[in-house]
């Protein structure tokens, strides 16, 4: 089965740190997104992408973040200077469309110290 | 009012149970709906979408309403492995966004 692969699993970096969390959708999907989960809290939607470029953003993504496909495989997530209240679990996910439902991947859990 | 309304539980059944969850949305342009799965510190899973007329997959039921705004999820015969987080989803027609409800615990015990 298909899936969508993130890496690394599990980052640890200091405050005002620059972080870049990477993921490889599934090949024949055309929307990619990153979503993230603050411990104990709910998912909550930060970024879609279609078409080499963001189609609808949240309030949570700020100047910080900054979303890039830099070749055919690759999506990225950046925080330029991340804050203790960054550290979360980001789960990047791939669709053919939002009607269909999303594929996610198994997260990064980021811990900003 | 929030976008996609759950009840948190925890529900605690015994296996063998038939358990009901409920979830409304607040947006009447919502398009398209679907129960995930979330395991602990896990990504969520698609269990299944829910269709106007109501679906079924196994012992698990789907319903929607949408004069009341109102989903729900039915497990019928309930196993160990089907503790987890079930949470409510929302897309609103033209946005490709999914929105989450905060998800309903379950705890199925021998």
């Known amino acids: 089965e298909p899936e969508v692969t993130q890496t690394p699993s599990h980052q640890v970096t200091q405050m005002g740190q620059e972080v870049i969390l990477r993921c490889v959708p599934i090949s024949n999907h055309l929307y990619f997104y990153w979503y993230r989960q603050i411990l104990g809290q709910k998912v909550e939607f930060l970024v879609s992408f279609y078409n080499n470029e963001i189609s609808e953003k949240s309030e949570i993504f700020d100047d910080q973040f900054s979303v890039e496909r830099p070749d055919g495989s690759n999506f990225t997530l950046k925080i330029r200077s991340t804050k203790l209240e960054d550290s979360a679990m980001y789960f990047c996910a791939s669709s053919v469309g939002a009607v269909y439902g999303y594929t996610f991947g198994s997260g990064t859990r980021l811990t900003v110290v | 009012r929030k976008e996609v309304e759950q009840d948190p539980g925890p529900f605690n059944v015994p296996e063998g149970a038939t358990v009901a969850f409920n979830c409304t949305y607040s947006?009447?342009?919502?398009?398209?709906f679907f129960w995930y799965r979330q395991d602990c510190r896990k990504e969520p899973k698609l269990l299944m979408s829910?269709?106007?007329s109501g679906n079924e997959d196994g012992r698990f039921t789907a319903q929607l309403n949408r004069a009341s705004q109102y989903i729900s999820l039915l497990i019928r015969d309930s196993k160990l492995s089907d503790s987890a987080t079930y949470l409510c989803?929302?897309?609103?027609?033209?946005?490709?966004?999914?929105?989450f409800g905060t998800g309903t615990r379950l705890l199925v015990s021998p």
């Open positions: 989803v929302v897309n609103m027609n033209g946005f490709q966004k999914l929105v």
């Open positions: 947006n009447s342009a919502s398009q398209s």
């Open positions: 829910v269709y106007s």
